[in-house]
């Protein structure tokens, strides 16, 4: 991935091919530690930027997962249904959540870049 945007609340989002992919960060997943569940939207569902898509589930926690801008869900990742562990595995690549559409892709400009990201996230 080339292009990749954070959150601070530890979501990303990047370009893949002709469209997007988002799911949550290496921090984020070893934060809540073996992960058993993950909720995934209907293709074709609309999320405002910060809004609430899902929940994830771990051996220690549920924790939510928000939208990093405006966006229209177009699948979840299937692996995920059966592996789970993908997330904790491998958080930026097989362990994708979604594949969205960007509504309005100057938003990006509100996210952190991954530099960025990185050192923001060892003051959390």
């Not at 530890?10 to 921090?27: C, F, L, P, R, V």
């Not at 097989?94 to 400009?109: A, F, I, M, N």
Request: net charge negative; hydrophobic share 35%.
């Amino acid at each position: 991935m080339s292009e990749i945007w954070f959150t601070k609340t530890h979501e990303w989002i990047a370009k893949s091919g002709a469209g997007w992919k988002m799911g949550i960060t290496d921090y984020a997943q070893s934060q809540l530690g073996d992960i058993t569940f993950v909720e995934v939207p209907d293709a074709g569902t609309h999320y405002s930027a910060g809004e609430t898509i899902g929940s994830i589930e771990s051996v220690k926690a549920v924790s939510e997962y928000y939208a990093p801008v405006d966006i229209d869900v177009i699948s979840g990742n299937e692996a995920l249904e059966d592996s789970p562990e993908l997330v904790n595995e491998d958080p930026l690549g097989r362990g994708y959540l979604l594949e969205v559409k960007v509504l309005d892709p100057s938003q990006l400009s509100s996210l952190m870049d991954e530099a960025t990201y990185n050192e923001w996230e060892k003051g959390e």
